[in-house]
Nanobody, 125 residues
């Protein structure tokens, strides 16, 4: 059974950094698998943040986080991270990690079959 679990969220101030972790289990990853981060603020749709091909050969970011966020993965631990620097109040949301297998990176949430429960990130000014 595939499971994903996020951790590392919390309260931060504008300009601070946080690192989110996504622990995955129940799947042996292949190079064509994708793990992504999405976020959802109250009254907003779920928004793509970043994704990484498990091979590490490709990463994709939404424009608003480019240069501030970095996605990475630890193959041995089967974990994916989202390093978030220079946090802004607009980054406040519940952050989810999601996985799709044997595919390509997609920014569409409905392309991902597996989801974690989410972790809250709140950035105050």
């Amino acid at each position: 059974q595939v499971q994903l679990a996020e951790s590392g969220g919390g309260l931060a101030q504008v300009g601070d950094s946080l690192r989110l972790s996504c622990t995955t289990s129940g799947h042996i990853y292949s190079n064509n698998d994708v793990v992504a981060w999405f976020r959802q603020a109250p009254r907003n749709e779920r928004e793509f943040v970043a994704a990484i091909l498990w091979s590490g050969a490709n990463t994709t970011y939404t424009d608003s986080v480019k240069g501030r966020f970095t996605i990475s993965r630890d193959v041995a631990k089967r974990m994916v991270y989202l390093q978030m620097n220079s946090l802004q109040s607009e980054d406040t949301a519940v952050y989810y990690c999601a996985a799709r297998f044997f595919g390509v990176i997609s920014t569409r949430f409905y392309h991902y079959s597996y989801w974690g429960q989410g972790t809250q990130v709140t950035v105050s000014s």
